[in-house]
């Protein structure tokens, strides 16, 4: 009876074995870039066109250049169960530190699997997490780019600061695509980029 039960154990292992043979290993995506600690302020970042949009800068080291996952987090309005319509947008510096008039990227991502966080904002507005998926991107190590996520669908979005005061730089808004950038107080929007 031992001798049939090692059998069968031995069996099991050796087809668990080779049945992941040849199979990517699943592991976490590693961060390479984060300002995920959540405050309770959400900015308004909504629409393309004569609307306000927000962008943070951000900067990522050799080797971990390539964005695969975007993560951020935002508020809505109490009851609101309208999807939204969120697209990832990332800026090449213009020269004067300032995001660029036009994305480097756009990256539709809807409403990016949003998820209720159970936290709120400090107008009891509820806070949600996103995560969008995207493929692979790679950008130079080292060089300034900046994000921007917009919604274009009602009502408006915002997009939440992080709690890290001060900030690790300037965060930016418009009012319109293609119209110039202004640069705001030394509080960061709360995102995470993955590889």
């Not at 962008?55 to 964005?67: E, M, P, R, W, Y």
Request: hydrophobic share 35%; proline share 7%; glycine share 12%.
């Amino acid at each position: 009876m031992l001798r049939q039960t090692k059998r069968v154990v031995i069996s099991v292992t050796f087809l668990l074995a080779v049945s992941t043979i040849g199979c990517p290993a699943v592991r976490p995506r590693t961060i390479i870039y984060d300002q995920g600690n959540v405050g309770v302020v959400g900015v308004e970042s909504v629409g393309y066109s004569g609307s306000h949009q927000a962008a943070d800068g951000f900067s990522l080291a050799v080797g971990l250049s390539t964005i695969s996952r975007v993560e951020w987090w935002g508020r809505g309005m109490p009851g609101d169960t309208t999807p939204n319509e969120l697209v990832i947008r990332i800026f090449e510096d213009d020269g004067s530190g300032k995001p660029s008039r036009h994305p480097l990227y756009a990256i539709p991502v809807g409403p990016a699997n949003r998820r209720a966080t159970g936290g709120v904002t400090d107008y009891d507005q509820p806070i949600y997490s996103y995560a969008a998926n995207i493929t692979p991107i790679t950008l130079r190590a080292g060089i300034q780019y900046y994000l921007s996520i917009v919604d274009e669908s009602p009502p408006a979005w915002g997009w939440m600061e992080s709690s890290d005061i001060p900030g690790h730089g300037r965060r930016y808004s418009r009012y319109g695509d293609g119209t110039p950038w202004t640069a705001a107080d030394r509080i960061d929007y709360a995102f995470r980029l993955r590889q």
